[in-house]
Nanobody, 129 residues
Framework: QVQLVESGGGLVQAGGSLRLSCAASGPTFSGRTMAWFRQAPGEERKFVAAISRSTYNIYYADSVEGRFTISRDNAKNTVSLQMNSLKSEDTAVYYC??????????????????????WGQGTQVTVSS
């Protein structure tokens, strides 16, 4: 059973930065595509960023491109999301997601929530304007 635990959320002023981390259990972390999604009140869960097993492929939602950076450390079983120049519209619960072991090919699949079998409990990010 894979468990994902997010940390690093909080309250920040607009223009500020936060770094989210996700710690994964289990020995097969390096074989999984990892991603971040977010869900604002009253909205559907939306894609934020994804990173392939080898870090060769990285994708971002247009709304965060240039401000957010996803990274992973396969030796430490962690995936992170560095969020800079935060805006009030970034306020949401942020979820870490992990795929089943194996290749996930293509941006469309990596951006789709149904690709990911494992989810964390979420961490709240609130950006005050």
């Amino acid at each position: 059973q894979v468990q994902l635990v997010e940390s690093g959320g909080g309250l920040v002023q607009a223009g500020g930065s936060l770094r989210l981390s996700c710690a994964a259990s289990g020995p097969t972390f390096s074989g999984r595509t990892m991603a971040w999604f977010r869900q604002a009140p009253g909205e559907e869960r939306k894609f934020v960023a994804a990173i392939s097993r080898s870090t060769y492929n990285i994708y971002y939602a247009d709304s965060v491109e240039g401000r957010f950076t996803i990274s992973r450390d396969n030796a430490k079983n962690t995936v992170s999301l560095q969020m800079n120049s935060l805006k009030s519209e970034d306020t949401a619960v942020y979820y870490c997601a992990g795929s089943s072991v194996g290749p996930i090919l293509g941006a469309n699949l990596m951006m789709r929530s149904t690709t990911y079998a494992y989810w964390g409990q979420g961490t709240q990010v609130t950006v005050s304007s």
